[in-house]
């Protein structure tokens, strides 16, 4: 006789699948989120000092370009921050032109300023002249990372970081 309580069973066996749980994506994914808040802003005062950074040394091969172009056409050659200080070109003084360079862009962050000396005279920017050299000028450069000042060298025409 039959046992009518008894059924037979068709389910195959019962395989271990492998993978990740749940839990454990939303353990790993918090772990990630939370150090990535912990590092990043560590990392912000780095990109803006290095934006500075480059701003600077941009500047600086700008004025020794400008320098070179007034003594090489034996002409003076002007570098002229725009208004908001964030791009630099030059050009020919006295209504004469632009030189032919592109101006050069600091960057969303980085702005340019010039600091005259008391009683120097109010011109649109550096003057550099056909014998290479150039007026005394304080120029500020700063960004969120700070402010860099740097020294034109009359003489030579160069900038020189200044101290602070």
């Not at 700008?62 to 003594?71: D, E, F, P, S």
């Not at 109010?122 to 304080?138: K, N, P």
């Amino acid at each position: 006789m039959l046992d009518k309580n008894r059924t037979v069973s068709t389910a195959r066996p019962r395989t271990r699948q492998t993978g990740f749980t749940l839990l454990e994506l939303l353990v790993v994914i918090v772990i990630i989120v939370t150090s990535a808040a912990v590092i990043a802003p560590s990392l912000g005062p780095r990109a803006q000092q290095a934006q500075l950074d480059s701003g600077a040394a941009r500047l600086d091969s700008l004025v020794r370009h400008a320098r070179t172009r007034a003594v090489v056409e034996r002409r003076q050659v002007a570098l002229v921050p725009s208004a908001d200080g964030r791009r630099v070109h030059l050009t020919y003084p006295n209504g004469e032109g632009q030189v032919r360079t592109p101006p050069l862009d600091l960057g969303e962050a980085v702005r340019l300023r010039l600091a005259r000396a008391q009683g120097a005279n109010e011109q649109a920017g550096i003057i550099f002249h056909a014998d290479g050299t150039a007026d005394s000028i304080d120029i500020l450069i700063s960004s969120h990372a700070g402010v860099r000042r740097m020294v034109l060298e009359p003489a030579r025409g160069s900038l020189v970081l200044a101290e602070s």
